[in-house]
């Protein structure tokens, strides 16, 4: 599978496209996820396209309730930012359900809390069906060095668009 997505964690709208900073990028795309006008404006001023491409999907999933959604082969990633983890699992079960197979390989990201989970999707959902999906994140979960700029960079810009 080699496919990208961009979800929106608390709609449960979900997005086939073609790469992340092109596609929202266009108003259009933007409103449709979720983005309000104000946070379009302010990562438009902010960021360069292509230069700022790491930057600005950082703050998009900083600021909003998203997740950028990959394929690679037989996995699949799943980044985004937030301290509050069981809306973005559950649209992750939702999008298992619907594009996973049971040993589709999750690679989870929470970049607020510095979190990743390697998990197979079957195990996946044995946690969230069994009412455990916090325990995903916090006892399987394995601390991740973000770079100490980008950590700067999400404490700093943090807005209140959610």
């Known amino acids: 599978m080699e496919l990208g997505f961009w979800l929106n964690y608390k709609t449960g709208k979900m ?28 990562f ?3 960021f360069e396209p292509v230069e700022d491409r790491e930057k600005m999907l ?6 909003f309730p998203v997740m950028r959604v990959r394929g690679h082969g037989s996995s699949v990633s799943f ?3 937030t301290t509050k983890v069981n809306d973005a699992l559950f649209t992750i079960y939702e ?3 619907q594009y996973a ?16 989970v390697d998990i197979l999707y079957k195990d ?4 969230y069906e069994a009412g455990t999906e916090n325990k995903i994140m916090e006892e399987l979960g394995k601390d ?14 943090e807005k209140s668009y959610k």
């Open 15 to 42: 997005f086939r496209i073609d790469e992340h900073e092109r596609w929202i990028r266009k108003w259009t795309n933007a409103k449709k996820l979720g983005i309000s006008k104000n946070g379009y404006d302010d």
């Open 44 to 46: 438009l001023k902010q």
């Open 58 to 63: 950082l703050w998009v999933m900083n600021n």
């Open 79 to 81: 980044e985004f930012a």
């Open 95 to 97: 999008w298992g359900e």
């Open 101 to 116: 197979g049971d040993y589709t390989h999750l690679h989870i990201v929470n970049f607020k809390k510095s979190k990743k």
């Open 124 to 127: 996946f959902r044995k946690y």
């Open 144 to 157: 991740i060095k973000i770079l100490k700029s980008f950590k700067k960079f999400i404490e700093e810009n």
